[in-house]
C-alpha cells in the first residue's frame, strides 16, 4: 500500500511555476510535520520545506525561500508545494514525507512517497 503520493512534476521553462501535491491515502499519514526533499542525479537527498501542524510554522532551505512556499489541506489529506520563478538547478525528484519532529533531515520522517520528476530547461 501506497501512504504518500506526489503529483504535479513536469517539465517547465525556466522562470516558470509548479504546483506539487503530496495526497495521504488516509488522514492519519499527515502528520504533525509534513516535509519536502529533493534529489538529483548522483546528489544528495536535500531538504526543500517543511510545516507543523501546531501553528503551520514553515522553514525552508536557502536555496528555495523566497520561490517556494509550503502548505498543507488537512481537511483534503494533502500537503502542497508552490514552486515559482524555477531554475534549472530546481531539476530532481522531488518527495513529499511524514514525520513527527519539525526536522530538515529526511532520517527524522516516517513515511514517504514515490516521488514526482521536475525538470527546469533553461
Known sequence: QVQLTESGGGLVQAGGSLRLSCAASRR????RT???FRQAPGKERDFV???TWDDGSTYYADSVKGRFTISRDNAKNTVYLQMNSLKPEDTAVYYCAS?????????DYNYWGQGTQVTVSS
Open 34 to 36: 509534513m516535509g519536502w
Open 28 to 31: 492519519t499519514f499527515i502528520t
Open 49 to 51: 520545506a517543511h510545516t
Open 99 to 107: 514525520g513527527g519532529r519539525a526536522s530538515s533531515y529526511y532520517g
